[in-house]
Each structure stands twice: as C-alpha cells, then as structure tokens.
C-alpha cells in the first residue's frame, strides 16, 4: 500500500513539474514569435509631482525579445502640458536581458540611448534627465505576464498597473 501511495506521489510531482515547465516555453515561443506594442498614457502628477509644467505623459512602445534572451526595445515618450505650446518628445533606445521565471518577466536593461532627433527646448535639461531616469526605473521592474489570446498578452506589475502588449 506504502508502495502505491509513493509511486501515485512520485506520477503526480512529475506530471506538476512537467506541466510547470511545458507553460513557460510555450509562453517563451509565443514571446519571441512577434514583435511587441504597446501604449501607456501617464499622468504626471501620478508618476512623478516634481516635474513641474507636464501634465500628461503618452508612452508608445515597440520591444521585440530575442531567442537569446536579449531584447531590444524603443520607446516615444510624449509630453504635453496646458503650459506650453508643443509637446516634449523623447525618443529611447533600450536594450537589454530578459527571462522567463513561472509567467514572470524579468528584464534586466543594459542600456539606454537618447536617439531624439529635436533638440527639447520647453524644458530644462535637468527636467529631462528626471524624466528618463523615471522611464529607466519603470523599465526594470518584474512583471507577470498573462495571455489574452496569440497576438495579446497583459503584463501586470507588482508595483502599480497592467501594460497590453499587442501584436499585429
């Protein structure tokens, strides 16, 4: 009987172990299988009160993670205020690590490039440079993902909110 139950333990533990992996390189597949959008509309006084003449943030997205475990993503950050006249665009370039740990997203960015084309004049250096190290915090951080369906997965942070990533 004691021979029974071990061996009915041991097919369960395996199968549980099986499906565990078996989940995360079907969602590993389906991650590096596409490129990867997403917007994000922020505003300010919720992600940061010290930058001061911005209102409303506009994030779009485009990342694309490599079978490697490097990815590469660029980003068009959007400022608008009832303060000035035209919008603060920021463009980055950020690149990195990434894994994939029981439907957790773990990316570790290398690197951050400034690749705007037009000097940002509505705002003062310092401004600018805050608001790319609030981007570099808010690219580091782990996130759960989910999937919708095959072309759009949700990202769920542990800190605050949910990105859609979507797939044309």
Known sequence: MKKTISIIALVVALIGS????????KLKQ??????????TIAYMNFWDQ???????ASISS?????PNQTYIKNST???????????????ISESGNWELSDHYLIVDASEFKDISTTPITQITPEQVEKLK???KINAQQSRKIDVVNDRTLLLTSLAHGSTVLFSQ
């Open 62 to 66: 485009t990342v694309k993670y490599l």
């Open 30 to 39: 389906g991650l590096t299988s596409r490129e990867w959008q997403s917007t």
């Open 133 to 135: 190290t609030l981007f």
């Open 77 to 91: 950050l959007i400022f608008t205020s009832k303060d000035i006249e035209k919008p603060v665009e920021i463009i």
């Open 18 to 25: 099986w499906n565990y992996w078996q989940g995360d390189i």
């Open 50 to 56: 010290k930058i001061q003449h911005l209102d409303k």
